[in-house]
């Protein structure tokens, strides 16, 4: 996207704050009322038959699926079916947008030359009040990377999703789902329990981390972090399909396969984890294709890159 594009996209769409409420597998029931949208908003229902046919026909053997179709007795599962899957606490994040990408370098890596929107996935004032009570982190804090897309402000950031899309051509392309936090995080955790019995090290390793909280204290925060752990790659994926259906109104929605997303975003040496481009957007029923998203094909920087590849391939969702 070029720059002003993503600015104003940013202005019209950024306010206070957005609450996204997130609890495991709420991706079933948000890609179900995506598909068929259409038919509830008309008072109709869907039949189960029809289903079992559908582009999501995997998510049905999910637990909170079968619940909602338990309540079909008709054999027409409705909207409500869905809603009424919500638990009472679901986990409660902020969503912010920001853009990344000057069009400056192979860092950067987006497919094409220019900017991406990033969609923030932001941890709540609850959390934020657990994490300085026990982390008691300084200016620059233990978890962040601050030359990464995350929020400048006051915001601490879970995870985020980096975005290019095309309103000329109805498409987004997922470019990057990914999470700071949890990996250093993770890795602090591990050298605070290998330092136990070693006071006088680990004294030195949380100060150097930038941690004012003792050994135990960070042992117990990594504790509350375990949920989030759970759900923070479907979290954001989930809020990322949302936003680019309901905020931007486009319609096609792709996202990168493992070995062409390293190519077309240069990245060299040791990729992403492979993980995140194979099972979470087969998770979300996304189908492998081999047609590239119309407005990459348009650029020639890009359409070189692709002929490095003998099959390059996507994944698209179905609906």
């Given at each position: 996207?070029?720059?002003?594009?993503?600015?104003?996209?940013?202005?019209?769409?950024?306010?206070?704050?957005?609450?996204?409420?997130?609890?495991?597998?709420?991706?079933?029931?948000?890609?179900?009322?995506?598909?068929?949208?259409?038919?509830?908003?008309?008072?109709?229902?869907?039949?189960?038959r029809e289903?079992?046919?559908?582009?999501?026909?995997?998510?049905?053997?999910?637990?909170?699926?079968?619940?909602?179709?338990?309540?079909?007795?008709?054999?027409?599962?409705?909207?409500?079916?869905?809603?009424?899957?919500?638990?009472?606490?679901?986990e409660t994040?902020?969503?912010?947008?920001?853009?990344?990408?000057?069009?400056?370098?192979?860092?950067?890596?987006?497919?094409?030359?220019?900017?991406?929107?990033?969609?923030?996935?932001?941890?709540?004032?609850?959390?934020?009040?657990?994490?300085?009570?026990?982390?008691?982190?300084?200016?620059?804090?233990?978890?962040?990377?601050?030359?990464?897309?995350?929020?400048?402000?006051?915001?601490?950031?879970?995870?985020?999703?980096?975005?290019?899309?095309?309103?000329?051509?109805?498409?987004?392309?997922?470019?990057?789902?990914?999470?700071?936090?949890?990996?250093?995080?993770?890795?602090?955790?591990?050298?605070?329990?290998?330092?136990?019995?070693?006071?006088?090290?680990?004294?030195?390793?949380?100060?150097?981390?930038?941690?004012?909280?003792?050994?135990?204290?960070?042992?117990?925060?990594?504790?509350?972090?375990?949920?989030?752990?759970?759900?923070?790659?479907?979290?954001?994926?989930?809020a990322a399909?949302?936003?680019?259906?309901?905020?931007?109104?486009?319609?096609?929605?792709?996202?990168?396969?493992?070995?062409?997303?390293?190519?077309?975003?240069?990245?060299?040496?040791?990729?992403?984890?492979?993980?995140?481009?194979?099972?979470?957007?087969?998770?979300?029923?996304?189908?492998?294709?081999?047609?590239?998203?119309?407005?990459?094909?348009?650029?020639?920087?890009?359409?070189?890159?692709?002929?490095?590849?003998?099959?390059?391939?996507?994944?698209?969702?179905?609906?």
């Open positions: 996207m070029k720059r002003e594009e993503v600015e104003e996209v940013i202005a019209c769409l950024a306010g206070e704050r957005t609450l996204f409420r997130y609890f495991k597998d709420r991706y079933c029931l948000d890609l179900l009322s995506l598909a068929w949208a259409p038919r509830w908003q008309r008072g109709e229902g869907v039949a189960i289903l079992k046919s559908g582009p999501f026909a995997g998510l049905l053997q999910k637990p909170i699926v079968k619940n909602a179709l338990s309540l079909a007795g008709d054999g027409f599962l409705a909207r409500e079916h869905l809603d009424l899957q919500w638990p009472l606490l679901p994040y902020v969503l912010t947008l920001a853009r990344w990408g000057e069009g400056a370098g192979s860092w950067e890596q987006t497919s094409r030359p220019g900017s991406n929107l990033v969609l923030q996935l932001n941890f709540s004032r609850r959390h934020d009040r657990e994490y300085d009570r026990a982390i008691k982190p300084d200016r620059k804090g233990p978890f962040t990377f601050g030359s990464h897309p995350v929020h400048g402000g006051d915001r601490n950031t879970l995870g985020w999703v980096r975005i290019d899309c095309s309103f000329q051509t109805d498409e987004a392309l997922i470019e990057e789902v990914q999470t700071d936090w949890l990996r250093k995080a993770i890795w602090v955790g591990q050298r605070v329990v290998a330092l136990r019995k070693e006071p006088e090290r680990l004294r030195r390793f949380l100060e150097r981390m930038h941690i004012g909280g003792a050994g135990e204290d960070v042992e117990s925060y990594l504790e509350t972090l375990e949920n989030h752990r759970k759900l923070w790659n479907e979290a954001a994926l989930d399909i949302t936003f680019i259906r309901q905020d931007l109104g486009l319609k096609r929605i792709y996202f990168h396969s493992y070995e062409t997303g390293k190519v077309l975003k240069r990245i060299r040496g040791g990729g992403p984890p492979t993980s995140v481009y194979s099972q979470l957007p087969q998770k979300f029923c996304f189908a492998l294709t081999e047609e590239a998203p119309e407005f990459l094909q348009q650029n020639k920087a890009t359409r070189r890159r692709l002929k490095r590849l003998l099959c390059p391939r996507w994944y698209r969702l179905p609906c």
